[in-house]
């Protein structure tokens, strides 16, 4: 449970850290996790920043992580251990960039599959020692980032289609779309201070 407010604090440490890792505006950040916390921060984290975050389908199957990972362009992907009885996404990114089997933190990460791709951190991870976890993730001192940097016509999120006749397809939405969806769903729904709206859904999800 957080707060406006305390998301809002949140958000901001997360965009400190992105930029300590040197995330700048417009790069594409990947997120491939089951729906938690972590997810909702680093998206908001990206958005602050004024990167981009590319929401992996989590229930992708290995030839569609192939196929988008570089895609996408993404220097970071953050993916996590919390679903593991049901996807192992470290398994299968190791399936589908092999060179990641070898690969430790603090070492450079070079991929023919996906040249573009500097790091990736493994969350909610305990028995991880071998790819950077959350702790590696707020080693850096934070680094200065300018909010206002960002616009309503930037690209404040990535999303793949399902690929249901061909490769799944990106589609860039603006910050300035995304808040007026919001809005105009809030208005058609008569939404007050006082409701409460429950989404099931997958964050990755359209909705």
């Not at 700048?24 to 996790?33: K, T």
């Not at 049901?86 to 070898?102: E, I, K, N, T």
């Amino acid at each position: 449970r957080l707060s406006w407010a305390q998301l809002l604090a949140e958000g901001r440490r997360y965009a400190a850290q992105l930029a300590a890792l040197g995330v700048r505006r417009g790069d594409h950040v990947a997120i491939l996790m089951p729906n938690c916390l972590e997810y909702l921060l680093l998206y908001h984290g990206c958005a602050l920043l004024g990167a981009c975050p590319v929401h992996l389908n989590s229930r992708y199957k290995r030839e569609d992580l192939r196929y988008v990972i570089p895609d996408s362009d993404a220097t970071l992907l953050f993916t996590s251990s919390r679903q593991r009885e049901f996807f192992d996404y470290r398994q299968m990114l190791v399936d589908v960039l092999p060179g990641l089997a070898s690969w430790e933190k603090g070492t450079a990460l070079a991929l023919p599959e996906a040249p573009k791709l500097r790091q990736v951190f493994h969350f909610h991870a305990p028995d991880e020692t071998r790819w950077p976890t959350e702790a590696e993730f707020f080693a850096p001192a934070p680094a200065a980032w300018d909010a206002e940097a960002v616009t309503g016509e930037d690209i404040g999120l990535i999303m793949y289609t399902s690929g249901t006749t061909a490769n799944p397809k990106a589609c860039l939405l603006s910050h300035r779309a995304l808040e007026l969806a919001g809005q105009g769903l809030a208005k058609r729904w008569r939404m007050t201070a006082e409701d409460r709206f429950w989404d099931p859904l997958p964050l990755f999800h359209m909705s």
